[in-house]
């Protein structure tokens, strides 16, 4: 039996999670799969601009956002067995292994830094061993090498990528076991469907044979060789 998991994102911009309420994650959220809970970082603010960040000590281009504020807002969240996902370029790279553990948590805090980041006290302050003896763990994590303008659209790729792995959520659950056949990841093959020719371009001939055998190694040769390509 697994239960509903909670996942929660604190961020200056909420709008950006309205997509969580379309699709899979809509319907996961209305099955009581998941509940998810999106916290407005400016809410924790005192002051009559609802200021977030200041200026970096050391100097530097940019903002950095206020300790005070994120810890503000974390501490209430920060319940036994919070995972603690904080976005950065620099946080270790996301993959379909890492979506499979975070599958496993019962809640999942996603931190969403923007300007030059959240001062790294934060990270410190919740990777003590007051917290890892509660079962609170925290991950930098990065969805790839570039520069987004905030972790949001980065949160939402991981809620996705964990979302469709839990219990319920895919209708067909034999295609998430052909999936974690492939140990590598996603290594797939290619597809097709009606009709046999569309433009000048025909079925290879092989999946309108029903030999399920040759087509199984056909399948495998063409995502091996496909893998390969694109490295
Ligand atoms: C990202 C994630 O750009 C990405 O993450 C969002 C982001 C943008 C700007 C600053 C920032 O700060 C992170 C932080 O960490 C402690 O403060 C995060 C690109 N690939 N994956």
Not at 63 to 83: K, N, Q
Request: charge should be negative; hydrophobic fraction near 35%; include cysteine.
């Amino acid at each position: 039996m697994s239960a509903l998991m909670k996942i929660e994102a604190v961020t200056i911009f909420p709008d950006y999670f309205s997509p969580l309420n379309l699709s899979l994650i809509g319907k996961a959220q209305s099955a009581e799969i998941i509940e998810v809970k999106i916290h407005d970082l400016r809410s924790f603010t005192d002051d009559n601009h609802n200021t977030v960040d200041d200026t970096p000590y050391g100097g530097g281009a940019g903002m950095v956002m206020l300790p005070e504020i994120w810890g503000r807002a974390l501490d209430p969240l920060m319940v036994d067995g919070t995972d603690l996902i904080i976005l950065t370029p620099a946080g270790k790279r996301f993959d379909q292994k890492m979506a499979e553990k975070f599958a496993t948590s019962e809640h999942l805090v996603f931190a969403c830094g923007r300007y030059e980041g959240i001062d790294d006290r934060v990270r410190i302050h919740y990777s003590s061993p007051e917290y890892s003896s509660r079962n609170i763990r925290v991950h930098e994590v990065s969805i790839g090498d570039y520069v987004l303008g905030g972790g949001e659209v980065a949160s939402l790729v991981i809620i996705e990528a964990v979302t469709r792995l839990l219990p319920g959520v895919i209708g067909n659950p034999q295609s998430l076991v052909e999936e974690s056949h492939n140990t590598e990841g996603y290594l797939e093959y290619p597809n097709f469907t009606k009709p046999q020719e569309w433009r000048g371009i025909t079925v290879p001939e092989i999946l309108l044979s029903g030999n399920h055998g040759e087509i199984a190694k056909w399948r495998t040769l063409q995502a091996s060789e496909r893998a390969k390509e694109n490295g």
